[in-house]
């Protein structure tokens, strides 16, 4: 499993502090622990499938979860889903309720027979492939009211950020450094040890 990027997170999800803009679409079919991460949470989530649900399909399905900056459930889930294809991450200045309707908007789509399908947008898997083939209109439809996207990386220890500008996606890739300065670490102290016997 992959060192989740912590150190990098953090700010990009909750820039200046930020405590009330910062949001995750989990998937609950990617693993029976979502479903039951969310409900012991205690964080405000909304499922993006309406009516009454059977118990079965509530837990397989997808959530819109508030992530406020100092709710301490806010880093677990960092901790727990990132690298595991648990969801995506956005940032939004729009209202839950607006959020919700947006998305929902987004779970149908039509092949070119015209048959509907679900479509896992909220996959980080999906999402990362999904955005960099999206024209002008596409984008404008996905993103909606969300300032960025911040989904991991292939191997789950970098962060893809994805940003809608005037039609165009920009992309942003950060790897973590903490691998990188333990090896620095693990290097110096080899010369060392090898400076010392000779």
Same mark, same amino acid.
């Given at each position: 499993?992959?060192?989740?990027?912590?150190?990098?997170?953090?700010?990009?999800?909750?820039?200046?502090?930020?405590?009330?803009?910062?949001?995750?679409?989990?998937?609950?079919?990617?693993?029976?622990?979502?479903?039951?991460?969310?409900?012991?949470?205690?964080?405000?989530?909304?499922?993006?499938?309406?009516?009454?649900?059977?118990?079965?399909?509530?837990?397989?399905?997808?959530?819109?979860?508030?992530?406020?900056?100092?709710?301490?459930?806010?880093?677990?889930?960092?901790?727990?889903?990132?690298?595991?294809?648990?969801?995506?991450?956005?940032?939004?200045?729009?209202?839950?309720?607006?959020?919700?309707?947006?998305?929902?908007?987004?779970?149908?789509?039509?092949?070119?027979?015209?048959?509907?399908?679900?479509?896992?947008?909220?996959?980080?898997?999906?999402?990362?492939?999904?955005?960099?083939?999206? =024209? #002008?209109? !596409?984008? @404008?439809?996905?993103? /909606?009211?969300? &300032? $960025? =996207? #911040?989904? !991991?990386? @292939?191997?789950?220890? /970098?962060?893809? &950020? $994805?940003?809608?500008?005037?039609?165009?996606?920009?992309?942003?890739?950060?790897?973590?450094?903490?691998?990188?300065?333990?090896?620095?670490?693990?290097?110096?102290?080899?010369?060392?040890?090898?400076?010392?016997?000779?």
């Amino acid at each position: 499993m992959a060192e989740v990027p912590i150190e990098q997170l953090t700010p990009r999800l909750w820039p200046r502090g930020d405590d009330e803009h910062t949001y995750a679409l989990l998937d609950g079919a990617r693993d029976p622990a979502v479903h039951a991460w969310i409900t012991s949470s205690g964080l405000a989530s909304r499922c993006l499938y309406i009516g009454e649900l059977d118990p079965a399909l509530a837990r397989v399905a997808p959530y819109l979860v508030r992530l406020p900056r100092t709710a301490p459930a806010s880093r677990a889930l960092l901790e727990r889903a990132w690298g595991e294809a648990w969801g995506v991450f956005f940032r939004s200045t729009a209202t839950m309720e607006a959020l919700h309707r947006h998305f929902r908007r987004l779970l149908r789509v039509q092949d070119e027979r015209g048959v509907r399908m679900l479509f896992r947008f909220y996959d980080p898997r999906v999402l990362r492939v999904y955005l960099p083939t999206c =024209f #002008a209109g !596409e984008l @404008e439809q996905v993103f /909606g009211p969300v &300032e $960025f =996207f #911040a989904v !991991e990386s @292939e191997d789950g220890a /970098g962060i893809l &950020e $994805f940003r809608n500008q005037r039609g165009a996606l920009v992309h942003d890739e950060l790897r973590s450094t903490k691998r990188l300065n333990w090896l620095g670490d693990y290097l110096r102290k080899s010369r060392e040890e090898d400076a010392g016997k000779s």
